[in-house]
T-cell receptor
Framework: GDSVTQMEGPVTLSEEAFLTINCTYT??????LFWYVQYPGEGLQLLLK?????DKGSNKGFEATYRKETTSFHLEKGSVQVSDSAVYFC????????????FGRGTSLIVHP | DTEVTQTPKHLVMGMTNKKSLKCEQH?????MYWYKQKAKKPPELMFV???????INESVPSRFSPECPNSSLLNLHLHALQPEDSALYLC?????????????FGPGTRLTVT
């Protein structure tokens, strides 16, 4: 069935370090892919998205590329800040069926000064 | 503007109380959703309203009763809840109920059942 696999956290980094959070998916059809971020005590915010193969989503210095051949959508940022500390959820919506997103487990990121 | 608002932000209720959660969006979205989120877990879908009609109920207990009075407003009525219902309740909306449109989430209501 449809599923998202995210790397287990927490991911702990120092400020200005490079960030990668891995995400792979199993989906029918050609899904749209998303990263959501949840800051402590808040709801989910859409961070970026990609709707077709080789698309690159980007926002606030974060990037992710839709890799159909490896069914992956890894999140990257070149230089993290303390304010990036949050939980990051990878998700997709399948193209041919339900319009309800399938979420990964979430990866907690902790950035130290 | 991609804002979904939710009230109240926090709610504490006893097991015999009746309370309601409110969600509002003014983006012209025609699909609205209720999710439940436990700590350190992804959101779990509860209900979906599509063009103001209930289209999905994920086998949610009847002590949760959703209502969509109009295209901008979504309520979740709570009655006789259990302590295990304590969670963050998130509302979301999308332009249309199709796979082409992403969901936008509100800030959530933190519910504690005592």
């Amino acid at each position: 069935g449809d599923s998202v696999t995210q790397m287990e956290g927490p991911v702990t980094l120092s400020e200005e370090a490079f960030l990668t959070i891995n995400c792979t998916y199993t989906a029918t059809g050609y899904p749209s892919l998303f990263w959501y971020v949840q800051y402590p005590g808040e709801g989910l915010q859409l961070l970026l998205k990609a709707t077709k193969a080789d698309d690159k989503g980007s926002n606030k210095g974060f990037e992710a590329t839709y890799r159909k051949e490896t069914t992956s959508f890894h999140l990257e940022k070149g230089s993290v800040q303390v304010s990036d500390s949050a939980v990051y959820f990878c998700a997709f919506i399948s193209s041919g069926g339900s319009y309800i997103p399938t979420f990964g487990r979430g990866t907690s990121l902790i950035v130290h000064p | 503007d991609t804002e979904v608002t939710q009230t109240p932000k926090h709610l504490v209720m006893g097991m015999t109380n009746k309370k309601s959660l409110k969600c509002e969006q003014h983006m012209g979205h025609r699909a609205m959703y209720w999710y439940k989120q436990k700590a350190k877990k992804p959101p779990e879908l509860m209900f979906v309203y599509s063009y103001e009609k209930l289209s999905i109920n994920e086998s949610v207990p009847s002590r949760f009763s959703p209502e969509c009075p109009n295209s901008s407003l979504l309520n979740l009525h709570l009655h006789a809840l259990q302590p295990e219902d304590s969670a963050l309740y998130l509302c979301a909306s999308s332009l249309l109920p199709t796979s082409a449109y992403e969901q936008y989430f509100g800030p959530g209501t933190r519910l504690t059942v005592t």
